[in-house]
T-cell receptor, first 111, second 114 residues
Framework: DTAVSQTPKYLVTQMGNDKSIKCEQN?????MYWYKQDSKKFLKIMFS???????INETVPNRFSPKSPDKAHLNLHINSLELGDSAVYFC??????????FGPGTRLTVT | QKEVEQNSGPLSVPEGAIASLNCTYS??????FFWYRQYSGKSPELIMF????GDKEDGRFTAQLNKASQYVSLLIRDSQPSDSATYLC??????????????FGSGTRLSIRP
């Protein structure tokens, strides 16, 4: 009965590869987010979807493409992975106003 | 100017003492303020939220908000070693839609020494 789940938990891949991270929430929230947390622990918002509609698209390379097939799912696809993409990626969901609930994170390592 | 500013620390506090964590924010339109705790290797979890000026207490935690000064703080009384973590200040900011988004500070690392 996990509220926000992400797969995979760990992802190790080589530069130039394409990879996807999946996120699902069972809280019934309308809004979902992707955050990137780098080695300095700064949590930076990347994207947000509200009811399958993209509402926040921060300054992120277009190699990153989010997709929301329904309001319970938000996936992140990354093309042509670079060393600087290594980080922990957190998915989160939130009701219209209120706190955010985070997934467990996906640690991406690009070699 | 950063949207949310926190002292990165580490802030070292003896066990049983009061830990004081401070945060300033730039958006005067921020309405809601959240404090998250993040243990190493884990995801952030909500500790407290505050909407109105003044103090809000929840157990050993007290959040303080001063919107005129654009300042929010978190006090932890009777600090325990289990309080050692990074604390993230997170005000809301009006986004592209009617819903707001939460902006996170870079966090203050707190260490409680026995």
């Amino acid at each position: 009965d996990t509220a926000v789940s992400q797969t995979p938990k760990y992802l190790v891949t080589q530069m130039g590869n394409d990879k996807s991270i999946k996120c699902e929430q069972n809280l019934g929230h309308d809004t979902m987010y992707w955050y990137k947390q780098d080695s300095k622990k700064f949590l930076k918002i990347m994207f947000s979807y509200n009811n399958k509609e993209l509402i926040i698209n921060e300054t992120v390379p277009n190699r990153f493409s989010p997709k929301s097939p329904d309001k319970a799912h938000l996936n992140l696809h990354i093309n042509s992975l670079e060393l600087g993409d290594s980080a922990v990626y957190f998915c989160a969901s939130r009701p219209t106003e209120g706190e955010q609930y985070f997934g467990p994170g996906t640690r991406l390592t690009v070699t | 100017q950063k949207e949310v500013e926190q002292n990165s620390g580490p802030l070292s506090v003896p066990e049983g003492a009061i830990a004081s964590l401070n945060c300033t924010y730039s958006d005067r339109g921020s309405q809601s303020f959240f404090w998250y705790r993040q243990y190493s290797g884990k995801s952030p979890e909500l500790i407290m939220f505050i909407y109105s000026n003044g103090d809000k207490e929840d157990g050993r935690f007290t959040a303080q908000l001063n919107k005129a000064s654009q300042y929010v703080s978190l006090l932890i009384r009777d600090s325990q070693p289990s309080d050692s973590a990074t604390y993230l200040c997170a005000p809301t900011k009006r986004g592209y839609s009617s819903a707001s988004k939460i902006i996170f500070g870079s966090g203050t690392r707190l260490s409680i020494r026995p």
